[in-house]
């Protein structure tokens, strides 16, 4: 479309030259050139559309991104610097950044009461495209309406985020500081996708280059040698400090450990079946406690609080034969025991006495069971606990209905937080698919689901990865809504960092979910959804199309009816005032 109304000259500079930077051979492929003398900003958009279908990062590729904000702005159109797409497959789109140019997300600004935003991502392209519109009367009901129950009020969110693991330092420092500062801004600045929650392994996980514990010295039970690692020392907390030096928000760290020292197991080894030697209240069982709280004393050394802290990453791992990597077992009633006994006073009586004590962090197909134990009215470790950590890895067995929305009737006091997801972990799975819209689906659908059965808040793992899925020191490799590939100091932006940028730039720490009722003539709504109120008091509505076909709703609120429709493979985030 815009190639054929292009300058002569920019189409003879075109067909000599591409966006890596170099003379283009014969054959070879070049990037279709936008439309500079659009007739309509309708036009000038489809044409943008296809504009960047082959590109590398490059300095060319930065002009061009600029180029295009240019042209967004002469039409009128805002949200940020546009996407610089790379297609992996027809519908396998990333977003490319690098040191000079990488897309950006404005600021969440309100229209007035009466109007609305709408941010759409989708299969075929659109990355946070933003739009505006008012609300109409509601004279014309549309057959499917969705309406907000402000009367029906769940939890309240703490928020979103992923994990700055050994592997995903050794990636973001891989790259030049100007690209680093690009990744990092992504996720963490305001405009970016504004996370306000970091988890980090409290020593090695196999998203290290090798084990690795803070206390590898046998029989050091009053850790005497206890320090931190290199990998804390040069990757994790500077990586940390940066991100919440971005951030204008507050940012909650959560700290998860995946095994003791080797000499505090019976099986004297990092993998496979093992479990802390002795009982609850024995030796090594306070040494191992006492680990934590000078783990959290070590990070306060560099002004690094945690909010909350998990008494094990998945310990039924540490129960499995041969299992592959860093684990440390315990049973629901050797964990009960462990925090009422030795953990718990442990915090209870450090500097760290505010911190939140967090159960289970593992798959949910343990629940109810797990949390029936450990909290039960006579256990002596429910006073010590706070929360109870979810993840994803055998969703699949276990639906949320029957785990999940038990948990929650039976100990309402206690908040659910999903700690840990990634793509490409299923033996099946090839670890990274670039470009997978089905991939960012998978995360929306989780997020929204368990948003849905008073989840509080939803932490990725890897904050990014390498073209392989790693490093790891097993070659445990999955996929992360950010990969890097170092050679060309590039990275790229996933479906699944759209699909979470749905979600966390949209729902501050402290909104609370409402109702949100379906009326609808005939048929299914095939739609999946969740609202919420946010502290400043405006509504959030995030609307997930996995069908293949346009579906037409309306969202009704005080305020009157917006008259919407979502395309085939889309989701999108409503915003308005409510006063």
């Not at 008091?537 to 009816?561: E, H, M």
């Amino acid at each position: 479309g815009g190639w054929r109304r292009a300058p002569q000259h920019l189409r003879s500079a075109a067909a000599g030259w591409d966006l890596r930077g170099g003379a283009r051979a014969p054959g070879e492929k070049v990037l279709f050139w936008p439309c500079f003398l659009c007739a309509s900003s309708s036009e000038f958009s489809a044409d943008l559309g296809r504009a960047t279908s082959e590109i590398m990062c490059s300095r060319q590729a930065s002009v061009l991104g600029w180029c295009f904000l240019l042209l967004h702005m002469a039409h009128g159109v805002t949200g940020g610097l546009p996407c610089i797409r790379k297609y992996f497959g027809r519908d396998s789109i990333v977003c490319v950044c690098n040191s000079t140019y990488c897309d950006t997300h404005d600021p969440v600004s309100l229209p007035p009461v009466g109007s609305f935003i709408k941010y759409e991502s989708s299969k075929s392209g659109n990355r946070l495209a933003p739009s505006r519109g008012v609300f109409q009367d509601r004279t014309v009901t549309p057959d499917l309406v969705l309406v907000l129950e402000t009367t029906e009020q769940y939890q309240t969110v703490k928020g979103f985020g992923g994990s700055v693991t050994d592997a995903a330092c050794i990636n973001i420092l891989s790259l030049t500081p100007a690209t680093q500062n690009n990744l990092l801004r992504s996720y963490f600045s305001e405009d970016g996708i504004e996370y306000n929650m970091i988890r980090t392994p409290m020593g090695s996980c196999d998203f290290s280059t090798r084990p690795y514990s803070y206390a590898d010295w046998p029989e050091d039970y009053e850790l005497e040698k206890f320090s931190l690692a290199m990998e804390d020392l040069k990757m994790k907390i500077p990586v940390i400090q940066r991100a919440k030096a971005m951030s204008k928000k507050p940012i909650s760290l959560l700290a998860s450990p995946w095994t003791s020292p080797i000499w505090m197991k019976t099986n004297n080894d990092w993998k496979g079946r093992g479990f802390l030697k002795g009982e609850a209240g024995s030796k090594i069982h306070k040494a191992w406690a006492n680990y934590f709280v000078r783990f959290l004393d070590e990070y306060a050394k560099y002004n690094l609080t945690f909010w909350a802290i998990t008494a094990e990453n998945e310990p039924t791992a540490g129960m499995i034969a041969n299992y592959p990597f860093q684990c440390l077992g315990f049973t629901p009633e050797q964990q009960r025991d462990f925090i009422a006994f030795d953990l718990g006073p442990a915090l209870a009586n450090s500097s760290h006495k505010d911190i939140r004590l967090i159960i289970l962090d593992d798959n949910r197909v343990q629940l109810p069971h797990w949390a029936k134990v450990v909290l039960s009215e006579d256990s002596e470790a429910r006073r010590y606990i706070h929360g109870i950590g979810l993840h994803w890895y055998l969703d699949f067995i276990a639906p949320i209905e029957d785990t999940v929305a038990p948990t929650h009737q039976l100990f309402p006091d206690y908040f659910l937080l999903f700690t840990e997801a990634c793509t490409g972990s299923l033996f099946w799975e090839q670890a990274v698919v670039l470009g997978s819209w089905d991939r960012g689906n998978r995360y929306s659908r989780s997020i929204l689901a368990n948003l849905n059965q008073n989840v509080i808040g939803w932490v990725d793992w890897n904050l990014a990865l390498d073209l392989e899925g790693g490093p790891n020191w097993v070659k445990n490799y999955v996929d992360s809504p950010i990969i890097v590939d170092v050679g060309s100091d590039t990275f790229y932006k996933q479906p699944m960092f759209y699909h979470m940028a749905h979600f966390s730039k949209f729902i501050p720490e402290g909104s609370q979910r409402i109702g949100l009722s379906i009326v609808q003539r005939y048929g299914t709504c095939g739609l999946e959804h969740v609202a919420l109120i946010r502290p400043d008091g405006a509504a959030v509505v995030i609307i997930l199309n996995q069908t293949g076909k346009t579906i037409s709703f309306g969202l009704s609120d005080k305020v009157g009816l917006i008259e919407a429709e979502i395309p085939p493979n889309s989701i999108q985030t409503y915003l308005w005032k409510r006063e």
